[in-house]
Antibody, heavy 122, light 108 residues
């Protein structure tokens, strides 16, 4: 069974840092791309960024709102991707989802985790 | 950056009715990199349609997608109880892979 599970959310002060994890199972993690998407309470979905597979040199892309503050990485040996969030702002408060995409769905995100809540507040 | 606009914001319909949701892009989306997701309260998004018109695994055939270029449509042929939710379109042509603001389908 394909699964992606986020962890690492919590309460952090403005200006602080937090690292989220996305643990995958049930599929060939190394051949997939991993995306991070967030959703503030009562709001829509916001794509944050993506990391491609090793065959694409682990290329990353980010939304303008997080460029320079957030970094996506992955460890294929652990079937896990990460979202390092620095210089956090109150507006980064949201549920953070990771998802995988593969060639099977022409790189649309077909499996999503249940999300982890990040609250940025003093 | 490609901006996606969805209309209407809210669609109030009855069971068994046909729902037509629109997604318009600010520029042409190449290679059919357009997807539709369904999201219910407290749940993660669920992929319905990828590549404009391909149904994801396990998605009923009452859901269909169409369109090209900058104009795309998600159609639900006959609404069932479980279809009342928020629907988002997303492009994955070139980063950033933006989402539309969503269309809420609720019971009239």
């Amino acid at each position: 069974e394909v699964q992606v599970v986020e962890s690492g959310g919590g309460l952090v002060q403005p200006g602080g840092s937090l690292k989220l994890s996305c643990a995958a199972s049930g599929f060939t993690f190394s051949g997939s791309a991993i995306h991070w998407v967030r959703q503030a309470s009562g709001k829509g979905l916001e794509w944050i960024g993506r990391i491609k597979s090793k065959t694409s040199a682990y290329a990353t892309s980010y939304a303008a709102s997080v460029t320079g503050r957030f970094t996506i990485s992955r460890d294929d040996s652990k079937n896990t991707a990460y979202l390092q969030m620095n210089s956090l702002k109150t507006e980064d408060t949201a549920v953070y989802y990771c998802s995988r995409s593969t060639m099977t769905t022409n790189w649309a995100s077909d499996y999503w985790g249940q999300g982890t809540l990040v609250t940025v507040s003093s | 950056e490609i901006v996606l606009t969805q209309s209407p914001g809210t669609l109030s319909l009855s069971l068994g009715e046909r729902a037509t949701l629109s997604c318009r892009a600010s520029q042409t989306i190449s290679s059919s990199y357009l997807a539709w997701y369904q999201q219910k309260p407290g749940q993660a998004p669920r992929l319905l349609i990828y590549s404009v018109s391909s149904r994801a695994t396990g998605i009923p055939d009452r859901f269909s997608g169409s369109g090209s270029g900058t104009d795309f449509t998600l159609t639900i042929s006959r609404l069932e109880t479980e279809d009342f939710a928020v629907y988002y379109c997303q492009h994955y042509d070139s980063p950033p892979f933006t989402f539309g603001p969503g269309t809420k389908v609720d019971i009239q």
